[in-house]
């Protein structure tokens, strides 16, 4: 599978397509554009997940500071602290790559 094919620049609503899954662990391709996490929604997974931004960029709000995520750039959020995706770019699809495992 290419990671960047199927990539429409119509998404009313993030696209998530697992990719590979089983024994406690989930990869997906996520595709944003111009999306962020609803206001006072927060995540709380019950895995870790390490994600790494592959095209375009994004912002993400942890609960002690925001990351800004450029091509490349990737980070480990444990399982349970609270995070939530604050912007996405508008211009072009922002294409994640999300490993999910373990349980916190």
Same mark, same amino acid.
């Given at each position: 599978?290419?990671?960047?094919?199927? /990539?429409?620049? +119509?998404?009313?609503?993030?696209?998530?397509?697992?990719?590979?899954? %089983?024994? %406690? !662990?989930?990869?997906?391709? /996520? !595709?944003?554009?111009? +999306?962020?996490?609803?206001?006072?929604? &927060?995540?709380?997974?019950?895995? +870790?997940? &390490? !994600?790494?931004?592959?095209?375009?960029?994004?912002?993400?709000?942890?609960?002690?500071?925001?990351?800004?995520?450029?091509?490349?750039?990737? /980070?480990? /959020?444990?399982? +349970?602290?609270?995070?939530?995706?604050? &912007?996405?770019?508008?211009?072009?699809?922002? !294409? &994640?790559?999300?490993?999910?495992? %373990?349980?916190?």
């Amino acid at each position: 599978m290419n990671l960047f094919a199927d /990539i429409t620049t +119509h998404l009313p609503e993030e696209l998530t397509t697992v990719l590979q899954a %089983g024994d %406690g !662990v989930r990869i997906e391709r /996520i !595709v944003s554009m111009d +999306h962020r996490s609803p206001d006072g929604f &927060w995540y709380d997974q019950d895995q +870790h997940e &390490w !994600v790494v931004v592959l095209k375009a960029a994004a912002k993400l709000e942890l609960e002690d500071r925001t990351v800004s995520m450029a091509p490349g750039d990737s /980070i480990l /959020i444990p399982a +349970h602290p609270p995070h939530r995706v604050l &912007w996405t770019t508008a211009e072009e699809p922002t !294409v &994640w790559l999300a490993i999910f495992s %373990g349980q916190g």
